[in-house]
């Protein structure tokens, strides 16, 4: 069963500290793909990435950065976080071919 | 400016009442409608694709329609089980996604 793993369901982090969200496809997919969503604006998305060391920058990328250094791990780092950037983050993943998107099951981030 | 707009915002239905969720879109150059469940708490769950006019597909008891303006969701005879967030998006002519707001449809026994 092909799967978008992200690391942790639910983070508590204070204001200011530096976040690490991670996400590991298993499908071999070119796309990878960080949204948040919150309730009453739906999904945005903050960054995307089409290929290894690529990244462009989503709707809403203020406050946030990525990496991808390989293939099926895509990660979003929050510099200082802060309390609007609680949220529930989802990553996804998608094949060139194949438009469909596979997402993970969420992070709930609260700062505090 | 490309918009993707879903109707209505909540649906409550008996079970097994049939009914139906809308998703209007503006896209220029339409690359494909998308919809997705979403169960509370987890991440949306890829139903179906649908590329031009006229195209339709089913799965269990939902089945999705597209139109030049806007795609249905149509549910029949709906179970508890079928209670979620019903997602729509829209892929344009730039390839990113733009996503609709959601419907909640509960399903009451």
């Known amino acids: 069963d092909v799967k978008v793993t992200q690391s942790s369901r639910y983070l508590v982090k204070r204001t200011g500290e530096k976040v690490f969200l991670e996400c590991v496809q298993d499908m071999d997919h070119e796309n990878m793909f960080w949204y948040r969503q919150d309730p009453g604006l739906g999904l945005r998305l903050i960054y995307f990435s089409y290929d290894v060391k690529m990244k462009e920058k989503g709707d809403i990328p203020e406050g946030y950065s990525v990496s991808r250094e390989k293939k099926e791990r895509f990660s979003l780092i929050l510099e200082s976080a802060s309390t609007n950037q609680t949220s529930m983050y989802l990553c996804?993943?998608?094949?060139?071919?194949?438009?469909?998107?596979?997402f993970g099951s969420g992070t709930r981030l609260t700062v505090v | 400016e490309d918009q993707v707009t879903q109707s209505p915002e909540a649906l409550r239905l008996q079970e097994g009442e049939s009914s139906s969720l809308n998703c209007s879109y503006t896209v220029s150059g339409l690359r494909g409608l998308f919809w997705y469940r979403q169960d509370p708490g987890k991440g949306p769950e890829f139903l179906f694709t649908?590329?031009?006019?006229?195209e339709e597909k089913e799965k269990e008891r939902l089945k999705a329609t597209l139109t030049k303006k806007e795609s249905f969701l149509h549910i029949t005879a709906p179970k508890p089980e079928d209670s979620a967030t019903y997602l729509c998006?829209?892929?344009?002519?730039?390839?990113?996604?733009?996503w609709g707001a959601g419907t909640k449809l509960i399903i009451k026994p």
């Open positions: 998006a829209a892929k344009g002519s730039n390839y990113q996604l733009i």
């Open positions: 649908l590329y031009s006019a006229g």
């Open positions: 996804a993943s998608s094949s060139t071919a194949n438009y469909g998107y596979t």
